[in-house]
């Protein structure tokens, strides 16, 4: 099976009414528990359908809809409050952001460098750090959308 780990576009990070997880929320959820409810807030946006702020995801509505017709089931998707900077407005006074929810993948790994083990098995899994690793049937699925700022990576199995 080959899998790759994505590093996608960060056009912003956790905005001010973000709740945070607890300790338990992490033990029951894994890392995506770090965060219970999330506001992204942007500060750029370079028009990628799959943003990242550690160790949350959140993809456009139009990804979003196009997943939840495909066969994946993987994945958890939450709603989140997403907000532009003052920044943002600044730079960008007329760009309109399309709608996001959050990502969570299902799967687990564990990474170290290029190389992976204990991997659950699933489209989508999280590492224990939040890194995002995909099959190569879940890449060719999100390569039909805007990930041109994503980096990929492969992994060899170690």
Same mark, same amino acid.
Request: aromatic fraction near 12%; glycine fraction near 8%.
């Given at each position: 099976?080959?899998?790759?780990?994505?590093?996608?576009?960060?056009?912003?990070?956790?905005?001010?009414? $973000?709740? =945070? #997880? $607890?300790?338990?929320?992490?033990?029951?959820? #894994?890392?995506?528990?770090?965060?219970?409810?999330?506001?992204?807030?942007?500060? !750029?946006?370079? !028009?990628?359908?799959?943003?990242?702020?550690?160790?949350? *995801?959140?993809?456009?509505?139009?990804?979003?809809?196009?997943?939840?017709?495909?066969?994946?089931?993987? =994945?958890?998707?939450?709603?989140?409050?997403?907000?532009?900077?003052?920044?943002?407005?600044?730079?960008?006074?007329?760009?309109?952001?399309?709608? *996001?929810?959050?990502?969570?993948?299902?799967? $687990?790994?564990?990474?170290? #460098?290029?190389? *992976?083990?204990?991997?659950? !098995?699933?489209?989508?899994?999280?590492?224990? %750090?939040?890194?995002?690793?995909? $099959?190569?049937?879940?890449?060719?699925?999100?390569?039909? *959308?805007?990930?041109?700022?994503?980096?990929?990576?492969?992994?060899? %199995?170690?």
């Amino acid at each position: 099976m080959r899998l790759y780990f994505l590093e996608p576009e960060v056009s912003g990070g956790h905005g001010e009414q $973000t709740i =945070y #997880g $607890t300790e338990e929320n992490v033990r029951n959820d #894994g890392i995506s528990g770090q965060v219970e409810f999330l506001h992204y807030e942007f500060e !750029g946006w370079l !028009g990628d359908d799959l943003i990242e702020s550690t160790p949350t *995801f959140i993809i456009s509505n139009n990804l979003k809809n196009k997943l939840l017709k495909s066969d994946f089931r993987d =994945y958890k998707l939450e709603d989140c409050l997403v907000t532009t900077s003052d920044e943002f407005e600044e730079l960008y006074p007329n760009k309109k952001l399309p709608s *996001f929810s959050r990502f969570i993948p299902l799967g $687990t790994i564990e990474i170290e #460098g290029k190389s *992976f083990k204990n991997w659950s !098995g699933h489209h989508f899994s999280l590492s224990l %750090k939040g890194e995002l690793v995909v $099959t190569q049937k879940a890449l060719d699925f999100l390569e039909k *959308f805007s990930i041109e700022n994503c980096d990929i990576t492969r992994l060899k %199995k170690s």
